[in-house]
């Protein structure tokens, strides 16, 4: 089955930094890769997602890169605000395609 | 309703009891998912319905764990016997069906404290 790989577990910014998350994936055949966001005592909610056809794909201060070939993808965030502070999870459909596997997130923290 | 809700939205239990968590998907949506959330960590797939197909029971941890949904919408996630070590937060995603692709909609989970 599919394998998603996230790093860093932690991530530290000053306000007004770029922020970069990297996942990697096992299975050549995912075509569907989310972004959630999770903040305190809530659940995740997608907040940029990129498809296979695509290499980059951008929204306002957030942006993400697909390489198919090297089977990895991430998160940009620019212009950090204290209100990214959050735990960021990557995520591929796999083979079958009905389903989700989750990288194992990144706690991101903004400093004011 | 607006969202995927979720009850209750803490329980605590004595070890060795069965407990029940709850999901109201957003409506027309015919896929749902389970995902278990321990401490700081990542989401974990128990379970996944999709219409009236059998369900995908492959991330389920043992036979303590089951799960059912009635009329293709509430579903119920039943956890036998618990242990401390489920101990989690317990979330509940829809999705309006399994077509790849698809976003997940998640609820804000159920946390469950075995003491």
């Known amino acids: 089955g599919e394998n998603v790989e996230q790093h860093p577990s932690t991530l530290s910014v000053q306000e007004g930094d770029s922020a970069v998350i990297k996942c990697t994936y096992s299975d050549s055949a995912s075509n569907y890769f989310p972004w959630y966001k999770q903040e305190l005592g809530k659940g995740p909610q997608l907040i940029i997602d990129i498809r296979s056809n695509v290499g980059e794909k951008k929204d306002q201060r957030i942006a993400v890169t697909l390489n198919k070939t090297a089977k990895h993808f991430s998160l940009h965030i620019t212009e950090t605000q204290p209100e990214d502070s959050a735990v960021y999870f990557c995520a591929a459909d796999g083979a079958a395609g009905n389903k989700l596997t989750f990288g194992g997130g990144t706690r991101v923290l903004v400093k004011p | 309703g607006a969202g995927v809700s979720q009850s209750p939205s803490n329980k605590v239990t004595e070890k060795g009891k069965d407990v029940e968590l709850r999901c109201d998907p957003i409506s027309g949506h015919t896929a749902l998912y389970w995902y278990r959330q321990s401490l700081g960590q990542g989401l974990e797939f128990l379970i996944y319905f999709q219409g009236n197909s059998a369900p995908d029971k492959s991330g389920l941890p043992s036979d303590r764990f089951s799960a059912e949904r009635t009329g293709g919408s509430v579903s119920t996630l039943t956890i036998q016997r618990t242990q401390q070590e489920d101990s989690a937060v317990y979330l509940c995603?829809?999705?309006?069906?399994?077509?790849?692709?698809?976003?997940?909609?998640f609820g804000q989970g159920t946390r469950l404290t075995v003491v």
């Open positions: 995603a829809s999705s309006e069906d399994s077509d790849r692709g698809r976003e997940e909609f």
